[in-house]
T-cell receptor, first 113, second 116 residues
Framework: NAGVMQNPRHLVRRRGQEARLRCSPMKGHSHVYWYRQLPEEGLKFMVYLQKENIIDESGMPKERFSAEFPKEGPSILRIQQVVRGDSAAYFC???????????FGPGTRLTVL | AQSVTQLGSHVSVSEGALVLLRCNYSSSVPPYLFWYVQYPNQGLQLLLKYTSAATLVKGINGFEAEFKKSETSFHLTKPSAHMSDAAEYFCAVSDRYSGGYQKVTFGTGTKLQVIP
């Protein structure tokens, strides 16, 4: 059973561009969580999604950030008009049920020039 | 609100020595507590978790942690460090929210260096 897949692993964008980060959960997992790790900090919760539904987006910045988890395909974290402060590692995790262990992907490291 | 504090951003131990990584938590409800390990350029791997059963929790790779409510602590230990233990370790806490899902809050991490 493959683990949580994230791509790309590294993404470089210039200020003002859009960044799209993809997360494919483990097979059979319908619960996805996104976390952001700023340099020298721990992971911070951003959003929790079930298939086609956003359950908790309390950690998402109010502007420029959005997330989706469509019925088919990976979960997408989208950052519009990126700024240097968006440079971070973005981790996705998935779980088979909401109260189960979260399995983490390898992360996408976003660099904004 | 829940939070964790990890004391010491960097810890160095000699190979074969005791590993002790400190974590204190704050939670308004009985917490779930976790330790994760992160190797360079990889995702987080769960080492162990406390979910209100036994207070001494044994994990993978010889690690264990003890939940001490009176001290609000959940320190991670390993009797004898191995070179392969060099990594970053994160303590984390979660509460159960409505709907039963886990919203995990992480500490800032402790980088463990193992000296030959």
């Amino acid at each position: 059973n493959a683990g949580v897949m994230q791509n790309p692993r590294h993404l470089v964008r210039r200020r003002g561009q859009e960044a799209r980060l993809r997360c494919s959960p483990m097979k059979g997992h319908s619960h996805v969580y996104w976390y952001r790790q700023l340099p020298e900090e721990g992971l911070k919760f951003m959003v929790y999604l079930q298939k086609e539904n956003i359950i908790d987006e309390s950690g998402m910045p109010k502007e420029r950030f959005s997330a989706e988890f469509p019925k088919e395909g990976p979960s997408i974290l989208r950052i519009q008009q990126v700024v240097r402060g968006d440079s971070a590692a973005y981790f996705c995790a998935s779980s088979p049920t909401p109260d189960n262990e979260q399995f983490f992907g390898p992360g996408t490291r976003l660099t904004v020039l | 609100a829940q939070s964790v504090t990890q004391l010491g951003s960097h810890v160095s131990v000699s190979e074969g020595a005791l590993v002790l990584l400190r974590c204190n938590y704050s939670s308004s409800v009985p917490p779930y507590l976790f330790w994760y390990v992160q190797y360079p350029n990889q995702g987080l791997q769960l080492l162990l978790k406390y979910t209100s059963a036994a207070t001494l929790v044994k994990g993978i790779n010889g690690f264990e942690a003890e939940f001490k409510k009176s001290e609000t602590s959940f320190h991670l230990t390993k009797p004898s460090a191995h070179m392969s233990d060099a990594a970053e370790y994160f303590c984390a806490v979660s509460d159960r929210y409505s709907g039963g899902y886990q919203k995990v809050t992480f500490g800032t991490g402790t980088k463990l260096q193992v000296i030959p």
